[in-house]
Nanobody, 120 residues
Framework: QVQLVESGGGLVQAGGSLRLSCAAS????????MGWYRQAPGKQRELVAH???????NYADSVKGRFTISRDNAKNTVYLQMSSLKPEDTAVYYC??????????????WGQGTQVTVSS
């Protein structure tokens, strides 16, 4: 059993910053890739940022230079620092993690989602 618990969403004015966190717990031998998706009303879920186990990162073009993904492997936690926020960043943000269990089975797990609202 694995859980991903997100925190840090909320309401912020355009130009402001927020930091999202996502902590994984449970039957975890190793966490490979981690990252964040988002889904705005009426739109498809899109990849925001991705980080591998050796800290290689990639970002959606729309957030490059404004968002930074990082991870703390000792805490099984991934972060998303969001700066210079725009109203179009408003969405529900979901974290995910590619987790290897102690029996060496591997699955993708998702957080419950956290709302980020950016007012103009």
């Amino acid at each position: 059993q694995v859980q991903l618990v997100e925190s840090g969403g909320g309401l912020v004015q355009a130009g402001g910053s927020l930091r999202l966190s996502c902590a994984a717990s449970g039957n975890i031998f190793r966490i490979d890739a981690m990252g964040w998706y988002r889904q705005a009303p009426g739109k498809q879920r899109e990849l925001v940022a991705h980080i591998t186990s050796d800290a290689y990162t990639n970002y959606a073009d729309s957030v490059k230079g404004r968002f930074t993904i990082s991870r703390d492997n000792a805490k099984n936690t991934v972060y998303l620092q969001m700066s210079s926020l725009k109203p179009e960043d408003t969405a529900v943000y979901y974290c995910y993690a590619d987790i290897v269990a102690w029996d060496r089975s591997s699955y993708d797990y998702w957080g419950q989602g956290t709302q980020v609202t950016v007012s103009s």
